[in-house]
């Protein structure tokens, strides 16, 4: 093997002190991440400490009316004799607790039963979007008490109405998150199906179903707080018991502490079953945000 020749040893040098001074050039860019990543859990544990002790300020200092906004201290107060039946009806909280969840989530499972597959068959099928579309996008922006005596009128004053009140403000959301997800299911996904023999049903199972599971359950978190939202004007239909009957009770007697007791328990209830349904989310689709 013959040694190398001055040209090529020549060569060599100007190629690495070329590399050398690309190498040298190049910046290293660091510190950058996708917008909104990470955890912010110290923040929002921070933002709730800080509102928590601007309002037990404001209330000791006298800086508002107590008829206004009571003392953390009479809220929890307000929660013992509550949950002991101490205030006006004389029904403890969890007998109220125990019907508002009822109702709710007996509206909500209602309404994923039938709307899901109705949202599915609208993204899926011009006919059903034909069908169903119409009558969805009318009664969607009318608000829970613009159709409330009609409902009565037609279901009474019994439970029925209230369920059926909740139902049709989970209903909405629900079919148009699940039209959406169908939507967005990518036609490259939809051809590779078709190319290795799947019929349109096999495509929707396991192409389109799939794909389509995160804006469903973004349309499911949607859906029950609209639940929760109509749950009191649906407790204002001869409700006997209930959370939204205890607050609005409580308003007629201007107990304010009752009233604020009542929205931080719907709140608390509401808050965690979201979370419930952000960790199923993260189990049944672990590929949401990766793509």
Same mark, same amino acid.
């Given at each position: 093997m013959s &040694?190398? %020749?001055?040209?090529?040893v020549a060569a060599n040098a100007e190629v690495t002190r070329s590399d050398a001074a690309t190498a040298a050039s190049i910046r290293h860019v660091s510190g950058y991440s996708v917008p909104g990543e990470? %955890? %912010?859990? !110290?923040?929002?544990?921070?933002?709730?400490v800080v509102l928590l002790l601007l309002w037990w300020v404001a209330t000791h200092n006298g800086w508002i009316r107590d008829l206004f906004l009571p003392t953390p201290e009479r809220i929890i107060t307000s929660f013992a004799d509550a949950w002991k039946g101490e205030i006006q009806g004389g029904r403890p909280l969890p007998e109220h607790f125990g019907w508002s969840l009822f109702r709710v989530f007996t509206a909500f499972a209602l309404a994923c039963v039938t709307a899901i597959p109705v949202g599915i068959a609208m993204g899926?099928?011009?006919? &059903?979007?034909?069908?169903? +579309?119409?009558?969805?996008?009318?009664?969607?922006?009318?608000?829970?008490?613009?159709?409330?005596?009609?409902?009565?009128?037609?279901?009474?004053?019994?439970? !029925? &109405?209230?369920i059926v009140l909740i139902y049709l403000a989970c209903f909405a959301p629900l079919a148009m998150a699940a039209r959406a997800g169908v939507k967005s299911v990518m036609i490259e996904q939809?051809?590779?199906?078709? %190319?290795?023999?799947?019929?349109?049903?096999?495509?929707?199972?396991?192409?389109?179903?799939? &794909?389509?599971?995160?804006?469903?359950? !973004?349309?499911?978190?949607?859906?029950?707080?609209?639940?929760? !939202?109509?749950?009191?004007a649906a407790?204002?239909?001869?409700?006997?018991?209930?959370l939204g009957q205890m607050v609005l009770n409580a308003s007629n007697f201007l107990r304010t502490d009752v009233v604020i007791m009542g929205i931080f328990v719907i709140g608390v209830v509401a808050y965690a079953? +979201?979370?419930?349904?952000?960790?199923?989310?993260?189990?049944?689709v672990p590929w949401k945000g990766r793509a």
């Open positions: &040694a190398p %020749s001055h040209i090529e990470g %955890s %912010s859990t !110290t923040i929002a544990v921070v933002t709730v899926v099928s011009r006919i &059903a979007r034909g069908i169903f +579309d119409p009558p969805v996008e009318f009664y969607r922006p009318l608000p829970p008490l613009a159709y409330l005596p009609l409902i009565v009128i037609w279901f009474g004053i019994e439970e !029925t &109405a209230k939809i051809n590779a199906a078709y %190319s290795l023999g799947a019929s349109k049903w096999q495509v929707i199972r396991h192409v389109v179903i799939p &794909a389509a599971l995160p804006e469903i359950f !973004t349309g499911m978190r949607i859906a029950i707080g609209f639940g929760w !939202t109509t749950l009191v407790e204002m239909v001869a409700a006997n018991a209930g079953f +979201d979370l419930l349904m952000r960790h199923i989310e993260r189990a049944v």
